[in-house]
T-cell receptor, first 113, second 115 residues
Framework: GQQVMQIPQYQHVQEGEDFTTYCNSSTTLSNIQWYKQRPGGHPVFLIQLVKSGEVKKQKRLTFQFGEAKKNSSLHITATQTTDVGTYFCAGRMRGSTLGRLYFGRGTQLTVWP | DTEVTQTPKHLVMGMTNKKSLKCEQHMGHRAMYWYKQKAKKPPELMFVYSYEKLSINESVPSRFSPECPNSSLLNLHLHALQPEDSALYLC??????????????FGPGTRLLVL
């Protein structure tokens, strides 16, 4: 069954508005990775979070990893039309040695100009 | 360089055809993956190779046959597929390090249509 839950499934925003997607796991993660997939494209690695409470920024994108390493979020400030796509989180379960990633179902972001 | 290449980009095949998908990486990664992705869904893991040995098979039907000829190449042989197998097939690779900081890099995928 689904081990990493991601919400919302869809988000429509006006250009300039902020956007946040959330991921939650029922079990502790060793790390979590975020990917962006443009329409017609493939998942592109954005960032990896490893430490409890970690916060990383990439320009307008802010990624957080919860203190318990069970949840994570991606926040985009002042969205642009280039931010359109589906954002996936993918967690690696603590104790997993085979490199398996558990993907959230993704959040599809639409940005209206 | 974090490039994973896949060929072909698009493939149309009949249910009686035999075809192969190819994946290549030159990052020295020792783990390679096949995923299947349907529209508006996350990638679904099919196979994992670690040091050229099959380590995970997610109960994939035998009409899909993976092969890892060497540490840089990964193939997926297709035979007698069904229309519901139409999807984007993604290859990925990672370092297979023992640390928890292992990142998977995806190739551009092969869009497969089975008629």
């Amino acid at each position: 069954g689904q081990q990493v839950m991601q919400i919302p499934q869809y988000q429509h925003v006006q250009e300039g508005e902020d956007f946040t997607t959330y991921c939650n796991s029922s079990t502790t993660l060793s790390n979590i990775q975020w990917y962006k997939q443009r329409p017609g494209g493939h998942p592109v690695f954005l960032i990896q979070l490893v430490k409890s409470g970690e916060v990383k920024k990439q320009k307008r994108l802010t990624f957080q990893f919860g203190e318990a390493k069970k949840n994570s979020s991606l926040h985009i400030t002042a969205t642009q039309t280039t931010d359109v796509g589906t954002y996936f989180c993918a967690g690696r379960m603590r104790g997993s040695t085979l490199g398996r990633l558990y993907f959230g179902r993704g959040t599809q972001l639409t940005v209206w100009p | 360089d974090t490039e994973v290449t896949q060929t072909p980009k698009h493939l149309v095949m009949g249910m009686t055809n035999k075809k192969s998908l190819k994946c290549e990486q030159h990052m020295g990664h020792r783990a390679m993956y096949w995923y299947k992705q349907k529209a508006k869904k996350p990638p679904e893991l099919m196979f994992v190779y670690s040091y050229e040995k099959l380590s995970i098979n997610e109960s994939v039907p035998s009409r899909f046959s993976p092969e890892c000829p060497n540490s840089s190449l990964l193939n997926l042989h297709l035979h007698a597929l069904q229309p519901e197998d139409s999807a984007l097939y993604l290859c990925a690779s990672s370092t297979r390090s023992l640390s928890s900081q292992e990142t998977q890099y995806f190739g551009p995928g092969t869009r497969l249509l089975v008629l």
